[in-house]
């Protein structure tokens, strides 16, 4: 179980000094309905704006006439493509340098895609005028099967782009293909090949506020305001200021409460640059919130992988090499959002969490008709689609060699003392203890009993019994991007900033460049200054989401809160330490060698009871206490922190489920999750973010998916087709905790948000697959809804990306 | 945010005055109850009613009563009204299974069951308990009031025999001595749409069948009855295996079409598998060896 | 046309076209922002609401439906005395993150206890199950109910107590964070 010790040893009222478990202080404003997300923002003369979108997945625009629209009493603007390319801002680029149409000029190349935006006075009139609007359409074929997008006959999506011809956006690759074929020929002569195609289908983040933005362009300053649903207030600030060409001290991005992002908003939606046009064309402050449905059908999506892959080991389990191919499906436009030199993300740490000879990817990206994205969805960019792969192909392999799956993984896990460990691929694991994890998982869950039980229900099977199925996974995540020499999104390097000012009496305020969409930052934040300094985190205000507030950096986004900007506020709280260490031997006369640091206080070496604290130090610096020469006045702080390496968070998940094998309806008994993310800084918001992926782990493997028909209809465009969990399908979660500490991280801590949600899938879906032993099923795709795990038992899975026939 | 059109609104506090209403309105107008169809279909404007007539205020279609040794039901009956009913539960557990897969909590504290059964959603639980039950629907118009078999009810999906100037107020349910019942649904999740449900209304005679009904949902049976399979069965020992052959010819009969919620073969199977499932526990109820 | 809810106890008048939905009443109408709006279909259940007492989804009705009529919005859920033990105990057991479906949860878990003063885990599952929720994977959400309704009953003991003339029973006030 979770250890229940505070990790502080100072408290102030129930509250820690420091780390531990404490109550938010952003609470109090959401649990009063005081919070203020996007759409609460009201501006006087606000208008509203709608946007116009495809019905067709691919079709030439022959004509828009939006006469009648403009006629509409309240309406008062009308922004085609073509107003658009007169302002030479029909396109915009995408963070895969890709372009993207804001709205269509040519073609439409997506079910959904943005056509025209309609001002109104209000947003009933600005949805009534959309049906005013005549676009004619010439249908064009789609191409939605991502497998048929490289036939020679496919239709060419991107005739916008000189010279292209087909639908390949790349190919790319990684690790040693001819070391990793050598050990797979070994293996084919004396050992085992498995082979498993696996699709992991594509899903939407789909957090409960939708995108939206308000825009405001103060005609008289030439400011322009955006309040934006944003993970990355500063990057949107400078990708406008690079698009509309607006200087960017005149640009202020305002990303206020966020409900949920989960990766949904991290990038530039048409919607956001149509509401900064129709401000300007209209002079006042425009606001645009999407739909349901225009969330799912338009922004961006996740996964999307086709992989082929390839393990190869020795007959008594021992695992040499992987391979694996995968046909990437980004839609009609590139506009994956991860760091420039890695077109497929992280996909290559698929070594996961163990010793292999050789590995090696291909990944081939196409485009096809449907809604860009791809790197979206608490997937640390395409760890999900790794972690699932490489957890998948070891549960093959063990069904091959008739292995327990958990003595396989225990088997060949890293162990304690390879690490930092760098696998075949190149990323260098900073540190873990695997085996522990895995094995207290299964004390967690009672794995003897439960394989005892599975044995038993076997023997005595009666045809209508439940199958009683265990999943394991076990995950290596690399979050924290990153070292600005490998890491860049659009040429700005992966360094977050962060400023501490402590005021005269002793509170302080600390700016962030990092986002939070509900993920605690305001306490947390406080909890690594108050660590450093001795500060109360009631008395230490957390700034973000304002780039007139903050300093520059990118976001959150990648599990990279903590791993670069709290590592940048443990680094600016020492600099503040530091100065004032100086201050405080000004103070006592001492020089700063004699004085050692207590958690909020300088004090003389053998001298205790000479000393200040940092109140008083706070104070006397903004005195006129002389200071030594070349020490300014004032306590404050800043820096840039720029990791060394990216942080290796791990775990052990189990999963126990029951399946009717007379409907395919899966249960979710048991969930049990080990997680070690090093240095827990408030272990009970740690716990709530495992908990929210655990429950999208169980989302994705058994009902979330956007799937298409033959004609490029979205078939997952709203809450009805598109399926979350509920708490009916979310069993009680048990959870566990080893602590690894990050050598590089200055507090040890590696990151855990995306955690849950990168490693919980696999351990479903292996359990399922388990339960299905009896029907010698080895593999079926996401999400394994009651009629997929039917038709799988019948010997026919189906096939989850496209409609169902 | 999705919006409906302009439309007017009345509001009507008694079936006298929702049926004037209608009358002056013509067939553009449309009456609300829950609205937990209607207005989402507004919203996507797939419905763009002239006029809406909201009946909310009639309470006196909100009883659930016994009278003429039938359960009579209000058509403005709330989903959780006749979950929570003791009548209910007492007479007709079938009743009380749909309910609880209705939807969710918050939808059945707002939508109707006479809203419910005339939306004649395909996929709609109601529907098919009412059809098993052989109940009655007693719809009010101008020209006075007339019943309808709940097994004539529905002349195609979104279609039922109520006129535009017509109310449904009533459903009735004959109480059979010594009836028991069951509903099974099988869902992708819990509050979602059915992928298929089966009712079942079983009256044992020393072990025997004397009178069954079977109503299926989502799988395309005609009336949302599976008279076949009920015809198959009547008569016979009320064992397994005569439940198992039900089962196979409610199947048979049934014409589901694929979705997202699965493939024709995999809905033709939950249509039998379900309707075995309906009356194993309808006859487990009848003997008293389940609640 | 005009039309007078009471929100939160106070009386509004407001002369509103009939297609306006509850939701945009609260929010656009009355400011009362703290009903968010998430899905268009009534299956997330961020918009809940009481009308007359009984928890609604606010998307899925009509602003004229309210005509006459009471609603109960998150902003009316705290008392003189201080947030409701529902609000509390979200607070305590870390039953929100983001914060977006929270005050539907809130008022749902209100009228749960106040009709089941005693739910188990099961019970509070399938009382919030039509409302979704992102970012807690609902098991705090679950403690959270909990949480409150052992609050509750220990006041409501002390209340019993007080009118016996018996000492109370001892409060639990400390934090009380869940733990797995």
Same mark, same amino acid.
């Given at each position: 179980?979770? +250890?229940?010790?505070?990790?502080?040893?100072?408290?102030?009222?129930?509250?820690?000094?420091?780390?531990?478990?404490?109550?938010?202080?952003?609470?109090?404003?959401?649990?009063?309905?005081?919070?203020?997300? @996007?759409?609460?923002?009201?501006?006087?003369?606000?208008?509203?704006?709608?946007?116009?979108?495809?019905?067709?997945?691919?079709?030439?625009?022959? +004509?828009?006439?939006?006469?009648? $629209?403009?006629?509409?009493?309240?309406?008062?603007?009308?922004?085609?493509?073509? *107003? !658009?390319?007169?302002?030479?801002?029909?396109?915009?680029?995408?963070?895969?340098?890709?372009?993207?149409?804001?709205?269509?000029?040519?073609?439409?190349?997506?079910?959904?895609?943005?056509?025209?935006?309609?001002?109104?006075?209000?947003?009933?009139?600005?949805?009534?005028?959309?049906?005013?609007?005549?676009?004619?359409?010439?249908?064009?074929?789609?191409?939605?099967?991502?497998?048929?997008?490289?036939?020679?006959?496919?239709?060419?999506?991107?005739?916008?782009?000189?010279?292209?011809?087909? #639908?390949?956006?790349?190919?790319?690759?990684?690790?040693?293909?001819?070391?990793?074929?050598?050990?797979?020929a070994d293996a084919r002569d004396d050992g085992v090949v498995v082979e498993q195609d696996i699709l992991y289908p594509r899903v939407h983040p789909a957090p409960l506020e939708t995108c939206g933005t308000v825009a405001d362009l103060d005609p008289v300053t030439g400011k322009l305001t955006v309040w934006t649903t944003t993970q990355a207030p500063h990057a949107h600030r400078t990708v406008y200021a690079l698009v509309a060409g607006l200087p960017e001290h005149k640009?202020?991005?305002?990303?206020?409460?966020?409900?949920?992002?989960?990766?949904?908003?991290?990038?530039?939606?048409?919607?956001?640059?149509? $509401?900064?046009?129709?401000?300007?064309?209209?002079?006042?402050?425009?606001?645009?919130?999407?739909?349901?449905?225009?969330?799912?059908?338009?922004?961006?999506?996740?996964?999307?992988?086709?992989?082929?892959?390839?393990?190869?080991?020795?007959?008594?389990?021992?695992?040499?090499?992987?391979?694996?191919?995968? &046909?990437?499906?980004?839609? $009609?436009?590139?506009?994956?959002?991860? /760091?420039?030199?890695?077109?497929?993300?992280?996909?290559?740490?698929?070594?996961?969490?163990?010793?292999?000879?050789?590995?090696?990817?291909?990944?081939?990206?196409?485009?096809?008709?449907?809604?860009?994205?791809?790197?979206?969805?608490?997937? +640390?960019?395409?760890?999900?689609?790794?972690?699932?792969?490489?957890?998948?192909?070891?549960?093959?392999?063990?069904?091959?060699?008739?292995?327990?799956?958990?003595? &396989?993984?225990?088997?060949?896990?890293?162990?304690?003392?390879?690490?930092?460990?760098?696998?075949? *691929?190149?990323?260098?694991?900073?540190?873990?203890?695997?085996?522990?994890? !895995?094995?207290?998982?299964?004390?967690?869950?009672?794995?003897?009993?439960?394989?005892?039980?599975?044995?038993?229900? =076997?023997?005595?099977?009666?045809?209508?019994?439940? %199958?009683?199925?265990?999943?394991?996974?076990?995950?290596?995540?690399?979050?924290? $991007?990153?070292? =600005?020499?490998?890491?860049?999104?659009?040429?700005?390097?992966?360094?977050?900033?962060?400023?501490?000012?402590?005021?005269? *009496?002793?509170?302080?305020?600390?700016? %962030?460049?990092?986002?939070?969409?509900?993920?605690g930052h305001e306490t947390t934040f406080a909890q690594i200054v108050a660590q450093e300094l001795g500060i109360p985190p009631d008395d230490i205000d957390v700034v973000h989401g304002d780039t007139d507030q903050t300093p520059f950096g990118l976001g959150t986004y990648g599990s990279r809160s903590t791993p670069v900007s709290g590592a940048a506020t443990a680094v600016v709280a020492r600099k503040v330490r530091d100065r004032a260490k100086i201050v405080a031997s000004a103070m006592l006369e001492v020089s700063p060698d004699d004085l050692e640091w207590e958690k909020g206080r300088w004090f003389v070496r053998g001298d205790p009871d000479q000393g200040a604290t940092i109140t008083e130090i706070a104070m006397a610096a903004h005195s006129s206490l002389e200071l030594p020469d070349g020490v300014e006045g004032h306590l404050d702080a800043t820096c840039v922190y720029n990791p060394p390496n990216l942080t290796y968070p791990f775990g052990a998940y189990l999963c126990v489920v029951d399946v009717d094998p007379g409907t395919g309806q899966v249960k979710v008994r048991r969930f049990i999750a080990v997680d070690d993310c090093g240095v827990r800084i408030n272990p009970m918001i740690v716990e709530g973010q495992i908990h929210g992926g655990l429950a999208d782990g169980i989302g994705m493997a058994l009902m979330q998916v956007i799937a298409f028909d033959t004609d490029g209809n979205c078939l997952g465009g709203s809450f009805m087709d598109y399926l979350l969990p509920t708490s009916m399908e979310c069993p009680s979660w048990e959870l566990g905790e080893t602590v690894t500490p990050s050598p590089h991280h200055p507090i040890g801590a590696k990151g855990v948000g995306e955690s849950a949600t990168v490693g919980s899938p696999a351990a479903v879906v292996n359990a399922v697959v388990d339960a299905l032993a009896p029907y010698r099923v080895r593999h079926l795709d996401m999400p394994l809804t009651p009629a997929n795990v039917w038709s799988a038992i019948q010997g026919r899975p189906l096939r989850t990306d496209l409609a169902i026939t | 945010m999705q919006v409906p059109a302009h439309f007017d609104?009345?509001?009507?506090?008694?079936?006298?005055?929702?049926?004037?209403?209608?009358?002056?309105?013509? /067939?553009?107008?449309?009456?609300?109850?829950?609205?937990?169809?209607?207005?989402?279909?507004?919203?996507?404007?797939?419905?763009?009613?002239?006029?809406?007539?909201?009946?909310?205020?009639?309470?006196?279609?909100?009883?659930?009563?016994?009278?003429?040794?039938?359960?009579?039901?209000?058509?403005?009956?709330?989903?959780?009204?006749?979950?929570?009913?003791?009548?209910?539960?007492?007479?007709?557990?079938?009743?009380?299974?749909?309910?609880? @897969?209705?939807?969710?909590?918050?939808?059945? #504290?707002?939508?109707?069951?006479?809203?419910?059964?005339?939306?004649a959603d395909p996929s709609e639980d109601l529907s098919a308990v009412f059809a098993a039950l052989r109940a009655t629907g007693v719809i009010r118009g101008p020209g006075g009031e007339r019943t309808v078999s709940m097994r004539e009810f529905h002349t195609g999906p979104y279609e039922t025999v109520v006129a535009p100037d017509e109310l449904l107020v009533q459903l009735r349910v004959p109480i059979m001595s010594g009836s028991a019942s069951a509903y099974v649904k099988v869902e992708r999740r819990a509050g979602d749409w059915p992928v298929a449900a089966a009712g079942a209304v079983l009256r044992l005679r020393g072990g025997t069948v004397a009178e069954v009904g079977i109503g299926l949902t989502a799988v395309g049976a005609e009336h949302f009855v599976a008279t076949e399979a009920e015809d198959a069965l009547r008569g016979l020992p009320a064992t397994e295996a005569n439940f198992a052959e039900a089962g196979r010819v409610a199947a048979r009969h049934c014409r589901p079409a694929a979705d997202q919620r699965g493939p024709v073969d995999y809905k033709r199977h939950l249509a039998g598998e379900l309707t075995v499932r309906a009356l194993r526990r309808a006859a487990a109820r009848a003997t008293g060896q389940e609640a | 046309m005009l039309i007078t809810v009471t929100v939160n106890g106070t009386e509004y008048s407001r002369d509103v076209e009939p297609r306006l939905l509850l939701v945009h009443f609260l929010r656009d109408e009355l400011g009362l922002t703290g009903t968010h709006w998430g899905c268009d279909t009534s299956n997330c259940g961020v918009c809940v609401v009481w009308l007359d007492r009984t928890p609604v989804k606010s998307c899925t009705v009509l602003a004229v439906m309210a005509d006459g009529r009471e609603v109960l919005t998150v902003e009316g859920m705290a008392g003189p005395d201080g947030l409701d033990p529902v609000q509390e105990g979200f607070m305590r057991c870390h039953g929100l993150q983001c914060g977006f479906c929270t005050p539907g949860m809130m008022l749902t878990a209100r009228w749960l206890l106040d009709h089941n003063p005693d739910p188990s885990p099961e019970e509070i599952r399938e009382a919030i199950c039509g409302q979704v929720c992102r970012c807690t994977g609902y098991e705090n959400i679950v403690r959270s109910v909990r949480w409150a309704a052992e609050h509750e009953r220990t006041e409501h003991e002390r209340t019993e107590h007080e009118r016996a003339g018996e000492p109370a029973p001892t409060e639990p006030r400390q934090a009380e964070v869940p733990v797995p």
């Amino acid at each position: 179980m979770t +250890s229940l010790d505070e990790k502080s040893d100072e408290k102030s009222g129930d509250k820690p000094v420091g780390f531990g478990r404490m109550l938010r202080k952003e609470d109090a404003r959401f649990l009063r309905g005081r919070g203020n997300y @996007v759409d609460d923002v009201r501006l006087p003369g606000m208008l509203h704006g709608a946007v116009l979108r495809s019905p067709f997945a691919h079709a030439r625009i022959v +004509s828009v006439d939006a006469g009648a $629209a403009l006629a509409h009493p309240k309406v008062k603007a009308v922004i085609t493509g073509e *107003t !658009l390319a007169g302002l030479g801002l029909a396109w915009m680029p995408t963070l895969s340098h890709d372009v993207q149409a804001v709205l269509a000029t040519d073609k439409v190349r997506f079910q959904g895609q943005e056509v025209a935006f309609v001002v109104a006075e209000d947003r009933y009139a600005a949805r009534d005028a959309l049906e005013l609007i005549d676009v004619e359409y010439e249908p064009l074929p789609p191409v939605i099967d991502a497998k048929r997008a490289l036939d020679p006959d496919a239709a060419l999506i991107r005739d916008d782009i000189e010279g292209k011809t087909d #639908n390949r956006i790349f190919d790319w690759e990684a690790g040693n293909r001819a070391d990793t074929d050598a050990v797979f020929a070994d293996a084919r002569d004396d050992g085992v090949v498995v082979e498993q195609d696996i699709l992991y289908p594509r899903v939407h983040p789909a957090p409960l506020e939708t995108c939206g933005t308000v825009a405001d362009l103060d005609p008289v300053t030439g400011k322009l305001t955006v309040w934006t649903t944003t993970q990355a207030p500063h990057a949107h600030r400078t990708v406008y200021a690079l698009v509309a060409g607006l200087p960017e001290h005149k640009i202020r991005i305002i990303s206020p409460d966020i409900g949920g992002g989960f990766g949904n908003k991290v990038g530039i939606y048409p919607g956001y640059v149509c $509401a900064v046009v129709g401000s300007i064309v209209t002079g006042k402050p425009v606001k645009w919130m999407e739909d349901r449905s225009e969330n799912l059908m338009s922004t961006s999506f996740a996964r999307d992988y086709h992989m082929r892959g390839e393990i190869a080991a020795t007959r008594d389990g021992k695992i040499r090499a992987v391979r694996v191919r995968v &046909l990437a499906d980004h839609g $009609a436009f590139n506009g994956t959002a991860q /760091p420039t030199k890695f077109p497929a993300g992280f996909f290559h740490v698929f070594t996961g969490s163990y010793d292999l000879e050789a590995a090696h990817c291909e990944v081939t990206g196409v485009y096809t008709n449907k809604a860009p994205g791809g790197v979206a969805y608490a997937c +640390s960019f395409r760890i999900t689609e790794a972690a699932y792969l490489i957890e998948r192909l070891v549960d093959v392999l063990a069904f091959e060699l008739d292995l327990d799956p958990a003595d &396989l993984r225990m088997r060949n896990l890293l162990r304690p003392e390879q690490f930092p460990y760098t696998c075949p *691929t190149g990323w260098e694991y900073d540190s873990g203890d695997y085996p522990r994890a !895995l094995q207290l998982a299964m004390d967690l869950a009672g794995y003897p009993e439960l394989r005892r039980e599975q044995a038993q229900r =076997r023997d005595s099977a009666d045809s209508t019994d439940a %199958l009683m199925g265990i999943g394991i996974s076990f995950f290596t995540e690399a979050v924290g $991007a990153g070292p =600005r020499k490998h890491m860049d999104i659009l040429g700005l390097g992966m360094a977050d900033g962060a400023e501490l000012r402590v005021h005269p *009496t002793g509170k302080a305020v600390l700016r %962030l460049s990092c986002q939070s969409q509900g993920q605690g930052h305001e306490t947390t934040f406080a909890q690594i200054v108050a660590q450093e300094l001795g500060i109360p985190p009631d008395d230490i205000d957390v700034v973000h989401g304002d780039t007139d507030q903050t300093p520059f950096g990118l976001g959150t986004y990648g599990s990279r809160s903590t791993p670069v900007s709290g590592a940048a506020t443990a680094v600016v709280a020492r600099k503040v330490r530091d100065r004032a260490k100086i201050v405080a031997s000004a103070m006592l006369e001492v020089s700063p060698d004699d004085l050692e640091w207590e958690k909020g206080r300088w004090f003389v070496r053998g001298d205790p009871d000479q000393g200040a604290t940092i109140t008083e130090i706070a104070m006397a610096a903004h005195s006129s206490l002389e200071l030594p020469d070349g020490v300014e006045g004032h306590l404050d702080a800043t820096c840039v922190y720029n990791p060394p390496n990216l942080t290796y968070p791990f775990g052990a998940y189990l999963c126990v489920v029951d399946v009717d094998p007379g409907t395919g309806q899966v249960k979710v008994r048991r969930f049990i999750a080990v997680d070690d993310c090093g240095v827990r800084i408030n272990p009970m918001i740690v716990e709530g973010q495992i908990h929210g992926g655990l429950a999208d782990g169980i989302g994705m493997a058994l009902m979330q998916v956007i799937a298409f028909d033959t004609d490029g209809n979205c078939l997952g465009g709203s809450f009805m087709d598109y399926l979350l969990p509920t708490s009916m399908e979310c069993p009680s979660w048990e959870l566990g905790e080893t602590v690894t500490p990050s050598p590089h991280h200055p507090i040890g801590a590696k990151g855990v948000g995306e955690s849950a949600t990168v490693g919980s899938p696999a351990a479903v879906v292996n359990a399922v697959v388990d339960a299905l032993a009896p029907y010698r099923v080895r593999h079926l795709d996401m999400p394994l809804t009651p009629a997929n795990v039917w038709s799988a038992i019948q010997g026919r899975p189906l096939r989850t990306d496209l409609a169902i026939t | 945010m999705q919006v409906p059109a302009h439309f007017d609104y009345d509001r009507a506090s008694t079936v006298e005055e929702a049926l004037a209403l209608l009358s002056r309105a013509g /067939p553009g107008a449309r009456v609300v109850a829950g609205g937990h169809s209607l207005i989402p279909m507004m919203k996507l404007r797939l419905a763009q009613p002239e006029r809406l007539i909201d009946i909310n205020d009639v309470t006196e279609l909100s009883f659930i009563r016994v009278d003429g040794g039938e359960l009579r039901i209000g058509a403005m009956v709330r989903h959780a009204q006749l979950l929570d009913s003791a009548l209910v539960r007492e007479h007709f557990p079938i009743m009380v299974d749909a309910e609880r @897969v209705i939807a969710d909590p918050v939808v059945r #504290n707002r939508g109707t069951v006479g809203g419910s059964v005339c939306q004649a959603d395909p996929s709609e639980d109601l529907s098919a308990v009412f059809a098993a039950l052989r109940a009655t629907g007693v719809i009010r118009g101008p020209g006075g009031e007339r019943t309808v078999s709940m097994r004539e009810f529905h002349t195609g999906p979104y279609e039922t025999v109520v006129a535009p100037d017509e109310l449904l107020v009533q459903l009735r349910v004959p109480i059979m001595s010594g009836s028991a019942s069951a509903y099974v649904k099988v869902e992708r999740r819990a509050g979602d749409w059915p992928v298929a449900a089966a009712g079942a209304v079983l009256r044992l005679r020393g072990g025997t069948v004397a009178e069954v009904g079977i109503g299926l949902t989502a799988v395309g049976a005609e009336h949302f009855v599976a008279t076949e399979a009920e015809d198959a069965l009547r008569g016979l020992p009320a064992t397994e295996a005569n439940f198992a052959e039900a089962g196979r010819v409610a199947a048979r009969h049934c014409r589901p079409a694929a979705d997202q919620r699965g493939p024709v073969d995999y809905k033709r199977h939950l249509a039998g598998e379900l309707t075995v499932r309906a009356l194993r526990r309808a006859a487990a109820r009848a003997t008293g060896q389940e609640a | 046309m005009l039309i007078t809810v009471t929100v939160n106890g106070t009386e509004y008048s407001r002369d509103v076209e009939p297609r306006l939905l509850l939701v945009h009443f609260l929010r656009d109408e009355l400011g009362l922002t703290g009903t968010h709006w998430g899905c268009d279909t009534s299956n997330c259940g961020v918009c809940v609401v009481w009308l007359d007492r009984t928890p609604v989804k606010s998307c899925t009705v009509l602003a004229v439906m309210a005509d006459g009529r009471e609603v109960l919005t998150v902003e009316g859920m705290a008392g003189p005395d201080g947030l409701d033990p529902v609000q509390e105990g979200f607070m305590r057991c870390h039953g929100l993150q983001c914060g977006f479906c929270t005050p539907g949860m809130m008022l749902t878990a209100r009228w749960l206890l106040d009709h089941n003063p005693d739910p188990s885990p099961e019970e509070i599952r399938e009382a919030i199950c039509g409302q979704v929720c992102r970012c807690t994977g609902y098991e705090n959400i679950v403690r959270s109910v909990r949480w409150a309704a052992e609050h509750e009953r220990t006041e409501h003991e002390r209340t019993e107590h007080e009118r016996a003339g018996e000492p109370a029973p001892t409060e639990p006030r400390q934090a009380e964070v869940p733990v797995p």
